[in-house]
């Protein structure tokens, strides 16, 4: 062997070495903290049923949904990507114009479990459009398939935030708007009138995270600007709703296995200094915050409260991978943060 390969063989092996010692590097613990790097704001998490994945939204322009694995913590770009898939619409997707790939950005994710390991995907999208975007998730094969199926176009003037799966085919969506936003349903499935409709007595500031009872009889609301928790009933007359202070922002609201709810979000000494964080600015006095919620006695126990760092910057969302609790977060941060549940 000549010196020359010789020294070209040590000089690449030891580049080698360096861009992996560089990257187990770049994702250490914070102490008891670990991480999944890879995502890039990874603002809403939802876990495919019976399976080792996670799909997590990232909210960036031109931003993708990434699959996640809990086993090794590997991530990829699912979509859009040079393979991503399409079928030809159907009902009840029918009035959705077409798929638009370009100038996806997404944010608030559900999925409603189906059978046979097929499942459907539910994403608010903003960019090109606002609209809900549908996908199919085939967990069936090795690396899970998003398909994507149809969209419902979110009504004039709305932008929505997060999104939940109803009983019945429909679908439900925060308008996130301050000092006054709402909750809106849509019917398009087994003969709905597929058109949206504000939900009575949803009123509220900053609506945010959603999700819904296994009966469908109520709404469990992310209320972001009065730093609270709202329990609202559906289809009941009179409307009831109530709600408990959690003490920090909510942003997204997740089922822990316990059935209690993780109502992830932040705090800081101001909203402003909340949106100085977003937007790149000073973090001081910030955190990271989840709190569990008992969504029927209204009793809630913080179990996270982590300072905003470059790891984590701005937590919006929770939950629970065996004996982990993981937060994902926005603001530009490529980690989703592992803490040990208690």
């Not at 209204?298 to 984590?312: A, C, G, H, K, T």
Request: net charge negative; with cysteine; aromatic share 10%.
């Amino acid at each position: 062997m000549s010196s020359r390969l010789l020294f070209l063989l040590l000089t690449s092996s030891l580049f080698l070495f360096s861009l992996a010692e560089a990257r187990a590097a770049s994702c250490d613990s914070d102490g008891a903290v670990d991480f999944v790097c890879g995502p890039v704001s990874p603002e809403d998490l939802a876990i495919i049923p019976n399976s080792k994945w996670l799909i997590a939204s990232g909210m960036e322009d031109e931003g993708f949904l990434y699959l996640v694995d809990t086993e090794d913590y590997s991530s990829l770009s699912a979509y859009p990507s040079a393979n991503s898939q399409q079928q030809a619409m159907a009902a009840p997707y029918q009035s959705c114009p077409g798929r638009v790939e370009t100038g996806f950005r997404p944010h608030g994710l559900s999925l409603r479990s189906g059978d046979n390991g097929v499942h459907t995907l539910y994403v608010v999208r903003h960019g090109a459009r606002e609209a809900i975007e549908v996908f199919s998730i085939d967990s069936n094969s090795m690396v899970p398939d998003i398909t994507w199926i149809g969209c419902v176009l979110a009504p004039d003037a709305v932008v929505f935030n997060s999104v939940v799966a109803i009983p019945g085919g429909g679908i439900a969506a925060t308008h996130f708007q301050q000092p006054v936003g709402e909750l809106w349903e849509w019917h398009g499935a087994n003969g709905g009138s597929g058109e949206w409709n504000k939900v009575p007595g949803s009123e509220t500031a900053g609506p945010n995270g959603i999700e819904i009872s296994a009966d469908g009889r109520w709404f469990y609301i992310a209320g972001w600007g009065t730093k609270s928790f709202i329990r609202l009933s559906r289809g009941q007359t009179p409307v009831q709703k109530t709600s408990v202070d959690v003490g920090h922002h909510i942003d997204n609201l997740r089922w822990a296995p316990d059935g209690s709810l993780f109502a992830a979000g932040h705090n800081g000494p101001s909203p402003i200094s909340i949106f100085q964080c977003l937007s790149g600015g000073s973090c001081d006095g910030v955190s990271s915050m989840v709190t569990k919620v008992d969504p029927d006695q209204l009793v809630i126990d913080r179990i996270i409260d982590y300072p905003s760092n470059e790891f984590l910057i701005l937590g919006t969302v929770a939950v629970q991978i065996n004996d982990e609790v993981w937060v994902g977060g926005i603001a530009g941060g490529n980690r989703i943060a592992r803490f040990s549940a208690r």
